[in-house]
């Protein structure tokens, strides 16, 4: 069955310390997002990408960064985490013009 | 820009009451409008969408959504709820011109259906 796998389900982060959220989709997707979800805010668009290799600013790309080193897999990189960046996110894969696919999320709690 | 309000935060209604989720857009072109549903602790699931044609689009689980543009409004409605559609909904739209095919979307509604 077509997926959206996220890794790690959760994690607790030092405050400065490096953080890489992992994502694989099956789906044969084109189109892969990361999305941050906070109380409140809805899901608001970190990075996206379209083709491996390539990837672009969503509406919040501040203080993440992001990779896309093959069509399945996408990631996002936190360098410094920081307090504020404590939420859950979302990475979800889309042919484009469809609907997308979400990954069950990865909780991250910074301390 | 486009953006996407849903008014209300929480709807509260007992099984087998007919509900409606009220979503409002603003976004100048032609659009993708949709409709995902998150049960706690879960991530966000595809329940329908609408891009062009019939303004009533159908989706699973009973639900559907009417688009209407003359109100900028994509509202979703189910005609008897069960306690299993207790989630949060969130209502989405996406310029149809847009290269990346991004999704914003609203702040969502929880709905609570008591037994």
């Known amino acids: 069955e077509a997926a959206v796998t996220q890794s790690p389900r959760s994690k607790v982060a030092v405050t400065g310390g490096k953080v890489t959220l992992s994502c694989h989709q099956t789906?044969?997707?084109?189109?892969m997002y990361w999305y941050r979800q906070d109380t409140g805010h809805g899901l608001r668009l970190i990075h996206y990408?379209?083709?491996?290799?390539?990837?672009e600013k969503g509406d919040i790309p501040d203080g993440y960064k992001a990779s896309r080193p093959s069509q399945e897999n996408f990631s996002l990189i936190l360098e410094l985490a920081s307090l504020s960046q404590t939420a859950v996110y979302f990475c979800?894969?889309?042919?484009?013009?469809?609907?997308?696919?979400f990954g069950s999320g990865t909780r991250l709690l910074v301390i | 820009t486009q953006t996407v309000s849903q008014s209300d935060a929480h709807v509260t209604v007992f099984e087998g009451d007919s509900v409606e989720l009220r979503c409002n857009y603003s976004?100048?072109?032609?659009?993708?409008l949709s409709w995902y549903i998150q049960h706690h602790g879960r991530g966000l699931q595809f329940l329908l969408k609408?891009?062009?044609?019939?303004?009533v689009v159908q989706g699973v689980n009973g639900f559907k959504a009417e688009f209407s543009k003359s109100d900028s409004s994509f509202h979703l409605r189910k005609a008897s709820v069960h306690w299993s559609d207790s989630a949060v909904y969130f209502c989405?739209?996406?310029?149809?011109?847009?290269?990346?095919?991004?999704?914003?979307f609203g702040t969502g509604t929880s709905l609570l259906v008591d037994p």
């Open positions: 976004y100048g072109g032609s659009i993708y």
């Open positions: 789906n044969n997707h084109d189109y």
């Open positions: 990408s379209y083709v491996a290799d390539s990837t």
């Open positions: 979800a894969s889309s042919s484009g013009r469809s609907d997308y696919t």
């Open positions: 609408y891009y062009s044609g019939n303004p």
């Open positions: 989405a739209v996406s310029p149809s011109s847009n290269m990346g095919y991004k999704l914003t």
